[in-house]
């Protein structure tokens, strides 16, 4: 049973004003405890609102609209953020490990320096967004789009990007250690200096792609993957020419 609680509007109207707030009772499972946890829900139109250095760990943002928001160094630990739309959003510095943002829009949004460990954020849109010196360890981005995306210097061991596309992004000096690139299209993509011990390229698209200076490649897995006459291979990697994208890929 969803219990809606009025939520302290005087404090925040000044700040978020037209903001839809609730608390949703959680019946508790330990021990045959009788108390009831308070998650908030909070589904709203929040456009370019001031939300910078704020806790909301733990919230459900799903389906909210968070376009040109202020979020730096905000907390949204854990937050469930599906489909939520955070388009040139500013989130330098925020916290959002284990958050669940599959279907989120991250389009052009400042993600410098933010923590999205362990998030599932598959078929996410960070399209041109700027997430340098962010760390996405062990995340899930399967079908997400960095296209254009600036990763530079990111920490991203154990990230999941398969079938993915980052078409013409940045990734200098980034760590990809055991990343899953299989299926992906990195047309373009920017890997010089990139660390990639132990990642997978099984069957991705690297024509253009510039792997000078790439690190530890030697054991990263290349089976399947294509190339183009302009990729920029490290020594003693060679590759296929990749087929022309079929007519629905390259609609989309």
Not at 17 to 29: E, I, W, Y
Request: proline share 3%; net charge negative.
């Amino acid at each position: 049973m969803m219990v809606f609680v009025a939520y302290n509007l005087r404090m925040w109207r000044a700040i978020i004003g037209g903001m839809v707030f609730g608390l949703a009772a959680v019946p508790a499972h330990a021990q045959g405890t009788s108390k009831v946890g308070w998650e908030p829900v909070y589904t709203a139109q929040c456009r370019d609102c001031q939300l910078a250095g704020k806790r909301l760990a733990g919230w459900r943002l799903d389906g909210g609209d968070f376009e040109g928001a202020r979020l730096a160094s905000a907390n949204l630990r854990g937050v469930s953020a599906e489909g939520t739309r955070f388009c040139e959003a500013d989130l330098s510095g925020a916290v959002l490990d284990g958050a669940l943002l599959d279907r989120a829009d991250f389009s052009g949004a400042q993600l410098v320096a933010a923590q999205l460990k362990n998030v599932s954020a598959t078929d996410m849109n960070a399209k041109g967004a700027a997430l340098t010196d962010a760390d996405l360890t062990l995340g899930e981005f399967a079908g997400a789009s960095f296209e254009a995306a600036d990763l530079t210097r990111v920490s991203a061991t154990g990230a999941i990007f398969a079938a993915a596309s980052l078409n013409g992004a940045l990734a200098e000096d980034t760590d990809f250690t055991n990343a899953n690139f299989e299926r992906a299209n990195l047309t373009g993509i920017r890997l010089r200096g990139a660390t990639l011990a132990g990642a997978s390229f099984r069957g991705a698209r690297l024509g253009g792609a510039d792997m000078t200076g790439v690190k530890a490649y030697e054991t990263a897995n290349f089976s399947g993957a294509c190339a183009s006459p302009a990729t920029r291979l490290p020594l003693g990697i060679s590759l296929p020419i990749c087929p022309p994208l079929p007519m629905a890929a390259l609609a989309e």
